[in-house]
């Protein structure tokens, strides 16, 4: 649950993204709900089943949203970088660990790039930047036309 | 299976383009106004009492009846252009109106009431002389037509030949007019100019020679212009050296010489240079004119004058009189006569034609246009009125071609502003803001706030803020106050004052340039002619270019045009400027041009007060600047050097090149010749200056990008064979770079021949021409391409073009011949564009331009699906949904002009010719406007209802949730 999938997410495209905020949203939504209640209702009111430790699939959606900011912000993404190094400082193999994690993130983006890349939606073409070309300025004025 | 996939993308593609108006659409946002021209025949009918008819040919080959009450068309019949439709002669009796067409070639009887052809016959060759009506005993059978050498009798109710035979010695003899009176006998009579008159007597019955003899007047030249025929039978002349009349009785064998009567003796002269003119009147063809008749001695003096017994006598003498004319109500005749009453206004009396008694209380007034020509025609028409006293109404042709009809005391009924039926030229111009938005406007004007301090700034904002408040509130009391009344009694009257940009500058002034010198603004929304000018002097044959140099953009500097007027006798060009809001004549002063002007250019760079600047070059190749201010010389000094200007002299089929040198003084830089002994060129057109083309390239099937070849000098130039035979002519089409001369790409269409009409736009220009080999009209389209790479993309040079465009060429079999073609302009040129193709049935086809492209495969291709190309088919499809006047057609489109709105999605036409048409079209549908059946109800009733239930489940589950925690 870390970056190379919520990379492959965030670059497919804006109507991935914005589906994603959509469903983060909602999910803050949720959480924040669940929140008030229990600040309000105290330990008393918890109907059957209800346990008190967050839902897993929030951190889920709560990394996603990170992933997404990251991607709007590249810097963050050597900050998340340097975290996942600094979990394997204990280890003992740190170097080889830090190369498979590095190869396995590359492989992962390859994947999603080659992924994107076959659909169509990288903007490859010269056709995707057609309609940011300007008009070009004209250097001489001309104009006449028959005799009168 | 090929052939079935290429059919369902016809027929989808047809189905996308597919864009008529809908029934309720109609009228919304188009008009169409019919003319009819100069009138040169004018007749009411006095059949019955109760009818509104008035009968007009007119020099447009026009044959149409007016609604005498209303100034609007009953019918129209249009004929064809030239001598071949020209109307020759209008007679009108009963029911019926006869008129003789393209020169004697045919007659024709109309039925009046709804216009049907009653019948047609083909008359002999010769040219046409004279028509006339022929009465036997009190009734009226027959009429005759005079040619160069023959006449011919025609029953009136069939058209079937009576007799026809050949004039005596036609030759040496000009017959000229045709007499007949009511004794059974037709008087052809000719002359031999100053020798002698020939007067030829023909029986009703069989056209036997009764009698012929030839009278001496030596004097004589034209019996058309100094003769008339008054009383019974006598032949009066009138010429102006001797200052005499002559008389001369048609059918007594013993005279044989005309009886000379001095002017002098009746106490009268001829104004020195002028010819004398009589007028007589005849109101029933089967009786003999009236003995009384006007003598016109001066440009503002008639006389009504009586034959009686072989003598002249004076009944009336007008002085100072314009106009004179006779009018006829059952048995009683009159004559109305148009005095000047002061500088600005005529008078119009009725007089007994018989005596020359003034009618009492019959004065009507005649304003005249201060903006408009003077009066030159009069028409009368008569009636009897309860009492049986006699009362009238004239229409009056002016100068300007003005039809006003008026009744009394000089009530405007209606008026016809018959100079837009040959509209030369036109422009749109965007409107003012209103006075309060141009109030803002000029707060923040930079001269204002330079001069004022702070407080008088707050002040002055205060003050605007205040204005727009008065300006709100009288417009809803104004909503209030039409809403009482009932729908039908609200006018729509459009006003210049009122008149505003709208909102997506959909409604724009109309001017339009007239042959005859007169101009016009005209609301493209309404059709209500808000202002005009007349142009005095100006030369049949004179040309116009009207030039838009400071549009209203610039709020304190009003908006400016400018319209050069060049003589085509002397070649002297002059200027008109005028604002063309409010139509005025602006006060600048403007460069005399002692030289013939040659051509203008309009150049991009502007004055201090934001005009245009117009360049002029006259036959020397020197240019004269307008404005020529110090600030506009400098800048031209600084821009000389890429300020190029090219002419194209088709006498001598010579293209030259000129740059400008800082000394307004200019030097060939290239010269292109077509020889004038093979092929001539007909046109040259450069590319709209006010065009925009959005997308630099076009996507090809497989995502890369084919550029196109934009270049902003480039011309085409047409060209047609000098030789006209069908195996040997062709059309040529030249496309030149204009600054430097290059020629870019020939082609040739081989066994084709003009006229040929052409569109250069964007990267394409389409042209038709006639297939003379496969008898067919075709359209032929060059679209040009730089390549999958842009050669420099940020300027555009012509100097700097190392590389030829790659031309692609395609042609396409048009199933209708065409009037005229224009492209439809768009703001920002993103809507895809169409072709307006004007037809001779007056219907305007608005044609894809998807369907002229070059590219369309032969072989369906998935990528040539995946650019969305149609397949090619050499037949292009006419649907009458593409029609976007429906119904409403205009006779002999001439133009097509189209201008851009506020709207990306919407075009303005103005299609002109005989008729004007105004409407918008929406090449790519109104992607930018909700449609017109938006539901606008249904829309805002569930967003309401959405909203109130979300209200109300919040508050539902708020209690079921407390609910909850208390249980």
Not at chain 2, 333 to 340: D, G, I, L, N, Q
């Amino acid at each position: 649950m870390t970056s190379p999938g919520g990379g492959a997410l965030a670059a497919r495209g804006g109507a991935t993204v914005k589906r994603m905020k959509w469903s983060l949203e909602l999910s803050l939504g949720n959480s924040r709900n669940r929140g008030d209640r229990q600040s309000k209702d105290g330990d008393v009111m918890y109907p059957v089943g209800y346990s008190d430790k967050p839902v897993p699939d929030t951190s889920v959606q709560e990394a996603d949203r990170n992933l997404v900011e990251k991607h709007k912000r590249q810097a963050l993404v050597c900050v998340c970088v340097c975290e996942a190094f600094k979990l394997l400082e204990s280890s003992s193999q740190q170097w080889l660990q830090g190369l498979v994690y590095l190869i396995g993130n590359l492989l992962g983006s390859a994947l999603a790039i080659y992924k994107c890349q076959s659909m169509g939606l990288l903007p490859t073409h010269s056709s995707d930047w057609l309609a940011f070309i300007e008009p070009p300025q004209r250097l001489e004025i001309m104009g006449g036309g028959m005799v009168m | 299976m090929a052939w079935l996939v290429v059919r369902l993308a016809i027929s989808v593609s047809l189905l996308y383009a597919a864009s008529a108006v809908f029934e309720d659409q109609v009228g919304k946002f188009d008009w169409r106004q019919q003319f009819i021209g100069k009138v040169r025949f004018a007749l009411f009918d006095t059949h019955s009492q109760a009818s509104k008819k008035l009968l007009v040919a007119t020099d447009k080959n026009v044959f149409a009846s007016l609604n005498s009450r209303t100034g609007d068309l009953f019918w129209r019949h249009v004929d064809k252009t030239g001598p071949e439709g020209h109307i020759d002669a209008l007679l009108m009796y009963g029911q019926d109106a006869v008129v003789v067409v393209g020169n004697g070639r045919l007659l024709r009887s109309w039925e009046t009431t709804v216009g049907g052809l009653k019948w047609e016959t083909v008359l002999d060759t010769g040219s046409f002389q004279a028509a006339a009506l022929v009465g036997v005993q009190d009734l009226v059978k027959y009429v005759a037509v005079l040619k160069k050498s023959a006449i011919s009798l025609h029953d009136l109710s069939s058209g079937s030949q009576i007799w026809g035979e050949n004039l005596p010695d036609s030759d040496s003899v000009q017959y000229q007019t045709i007499y007949s009176g009511e004794n059974g006998l037709v008087f052809v009579l000719g002359i031999v100019p100053n020798s002698h008159i020939v007067i030829v007597e023909y029986k009703i019955e069989d056209g036997e020679i009764m009698n012929k003899k030839s009278v001496e007047a030596a004097w004589m030249s034209s019996l058309e212009s100094s003769c008339a025929v008054v009383s019974s039978g006598i032949l009066l002349c009138v010429d102006q050296i001797t200052q005499s009349l002559y008389t001369l009785p048609l059918q007594s064998a013993e005279q044989t010489e005309m009886r000379q009567i001095h002017l002098q003796m009746l106490d009268l002269e001829v104004a020195s240079g002028f010819r004398p003119v009589l007028t007589s009147t005849q109101p029933n063809p089967a009786q003999p004119p009236l003995s009384e008749f006007f003598l016109q001695l001066s440009p503002d003096h008639h006389i009504l004058l009586q034959f009686k017994d072989g003598l002249i006598a004076l009944l009336r003498d007008f002085s100072p009189s314009y106009l004179a004319a006779f009018a006829t109500s059952g048995e009683r005749t009159v004559a109305a006569v148009m005095s000047p009453k002061n500088d600005t206004a005529c008078s119009i009396n009725l007089f007994s034609a018989d005596t020359g008694r003034k009618h009492l209380d019959t004065t009507i007034i005649y304003h005249m246009d201060p903006n408009g020509g003077k009066p030159n025609r009069l028409y009368v028409h008569a009636f009897l009125k309860k009492d049986d006293s006699v009362g009238y109404r004239v229409m009056v042709q002016t100068e300007d071609l003005t039809l006003t009809f008026l009744q009394q005391p000089g009530r405007v009924v209606w008026m016809r502003e018959e100079a837009l039926a040959d509209v030369v030229t036109m422009e749109m111009v965007d409107l003012p803001f209103t006075g309060t938005q141009a109030e803002l406007e000029g707060e923040f004007g930079k001269k204002a706030a330079i001069q004022d301090g702070l407080l008088p700034m707050v002040l002055k904002r205060l003050s605007s803020q205040f204005i727009l408040l008065q300006a709100w509130l009288a417009h809803l009391w104004k909503l209030f106050y039409d809403a009482r009344k009932p729908r039908s009694s609200v006018k729509h009257e459009v006003t210049i004052d009122i008149l505003s940009r709208d909102e997506f500058n959909l409604q724009k002034m109309m001017l339009m340039v007239t042959a005859s010198g007169k101009l016009f603004g005209i609301d493209s929304k309404s059709g209500t002619i808000l202002w005009k000018q007349y142009l005095e002097n100006i030369q049949p044959n004179s040309v116009f270019k009207l030039i838009v140099q400071r549009t209203t953009a610039h709020f304190p500097h009003p908006p400016q045009c400018t319209l050069l007027i060049k003589n085509k006798d002397t070649g002297l060009g002059s200027l008109y400027v005028f604002n063309p809001i409010f139509g005025k004549k602006s006060q600048i002063s403007v460069p005399t041009l002692p030289r013939p002007v040659l051509q203008t250019l309009l150049l991009p760079v502007i004055d201090q007060d934001y005009a245009k600047v117009l360049l002029l070059i006259d036959d020397q190749y020197k240019v004269t600047a307008f404005p020529s201010t110090k600030n506009v010389l400098q800048q031209l000094q600084d821009t000389a050097s890429s300020i190029f200007f090219y002419l194209v002299d088709s006498s001598q089929g010579k293209l030259s090149g000129f740059r400008l040198r800082k000394d307004l003084s200019t030097e060939l830089i290239w010269e292109v010749v077509i020889p004038t002994e093979v092929q001539k060129i007909v046109a040259v057109k450069g590319k709209r200056a006010n065009e925009h083309v959005h997308s630099q390239g076009r996507v090809m099937g497989d995502r890369s990008v084919l550029y196109k070849y934009l270049n902003p000098n480039l011309l085409a130039v047409i060209t047609e064979s000098t030789d006209t035979h069908q195996e040997r002519s062709f059309v040529g089409i030249f496309l030149i770079d204009g600054v430097t001369g290059r020629i870019v790409h020939e082609a040739v269409q081989r066994k084709a021949r003009g006229p040929v009409h052409f569109v250069h736009s964007e990267n394409w220009v389409v042209y038709v021409y006639w297939n003379s080999k496969f008898r067919r009209n075709e359209f032929s389209v060059l679209e040009l391409f730089e390549g999958a790479e842009l050669y420099n993309s940020t300027v555009f040079s012509s100097l700097d073009r190392p590389h030829a465009p790659q031309v692609l060429q395609q042609s396409y079999i048009f199933p209708a011949p065409i009037n005229t073609l224009e492209a439809t302009l768009t703001e920002k040129g993103i809507t895809s564009r169409h072709l307006l193709v004007g037809l001779p049935s007056g219907n305007i086809l608005s044609l894809p331009k998807m369907f002229l492209d070059p590219r369309r495969p032969e072989l369906v291709s998935e990528q040539s699906r995946e650019e969305n190309l149609i397949p090619y088919a050499p037949e292009m499809p006419i649907r009458e949904e593409w029609f976007i006047n429906y119904n409403q057609t205009v006779s002999r489109v001439r133009g097509i002009y189209t201008a851009p709105s506020g709207l990306e999605s919407t075009c303005l036409v103005v299609a002109y010719g005989l008729d004007i048409y105004q409407t918008r079209v929406f090449p790519s549908k109104q992607f930018d406007v909700l449609k017109d059946d938006y539901d606008y109800i249904l829309i805002s009733s569930v967003l309401f209802g959405l909203f109130f239930a979300t209200m109300i489940s919040k508050r539902l589950a708020e209690v079921k949730l407390l609910n909850r925690a208390w249980r």
